[in-house]
């Protein structure tokens, strides 16, 4: 999920690494449970096998998704490199799903039908959150990605070795964080105005993608019992809670590295 030049980045935009909640979620300590296994070891557990392929469809339906979304916002964009930059970074996505739909196929599972009961949950985000021009686009890339991606995340410290590298791999930058913030601090810069808009259009992405991710755990019996214990020992509710306030705060860093107000 290329990154542009250095050197092409607007003054004040060092802080546009995009967030990540690696240095909070103990990812470097020794794995214990689960966590310790290969794939071949947990998958024993019908219940994390299930889990697991809920998690698998449910990230190889958003890389879908986003590569549809890049191609169609390659169409707004202003200029030939910037149509360029965008249609890079949804071939980048594509890759990203045909890594997640080969390797559920590897085991056993048809990725279209692991990725089915996820689709009506995330059609629904981006039906309710149709970007209305280039600026607005760019914003929910970076704001919704981001947060799926810290969400995925704090997951994969729980899971199985080789899907825990199969996950993280998947959620690398395509490059859009940079992308965007460079042309979102550009744009403000040129007329302050579009600031107060697009921050209000960040809120509204960022109750919509938590809103949804709360749905589809709920829905997923398998999910919810990963994220509040039974399966991926350690996650208790009070873990979820501090989980969805760590994702909350680099909503905000994220938001301050676009100059905007969370």
Do not use: C, N
């Amino acid at each position: 999920m290329e990154t542009p030049d250095d050197t092409t980045k607007p003054a004040g935009s060092e802080p546009a690494e995009p967030a990540t909640p690696a240095d909070t979620t103990g990812e470097e300590a020794k794995p214990t449970g689960i966590a310790a296994q290969d794939w071949a070891a947990a998958a024993a557990d019908p219940r994390y096998r299930a889990a697991v392929v809920d998690l698998l469809g449910a990230l190889a339906y958003g890389e879908l998704a986003a590569f549809e979304r890049l191609a169609e916002d390659a169409k707004l964009a202003p200029t030939l490199e910037d149509k360029a930059e965008l249609a890079a970074m949804a071939a980048a996505e594509f890759h990203h799903f045909a890594r997640l739909r080969d390797r559920l196929t590897e085991v056993g599972e048809a990725a279209h039908e692991a990725m089915e009961p996820f689709a009506t949950a995330l059609d629904d985000f981006h039906r309710q959150t149709a970007p209305s021009d280039w600026l607005e686009g760019l914003v929910k890339a970076y704001v919704g990605d981001s947060i799926a991606s810290d969400f995925y995340r704090e997951v994969a410290v729980r899971l199985d070795g080789d899907t825990r590298t199969l996950v993280l791999a998947v959620l690398d930058d395509t490059g859009h964080a940079s992308f965007a913030v460079e042309k979102v601090r550009a744009a403000i810069d040129a007329d302050p105005r579009v600031g107060g808009r697009l921050a209000l259009w960040a809120r509204r992405l960022m109750g919509e993608a938590l809103s949804q991710a709360q749905r589809v755990v709920a829905d997923r019996d398998a999910l919810s019992t990963m994220l509040v214990g039974g399966v991926a020992d350690g996650f208790d509710l009070a873990e979820v809670g501090r989980m969805f306030s760590r994702i909350t705060e680099a909503h905000t860093k994220r938001m301050a590295a676009l100059g905007l107000a969370a």
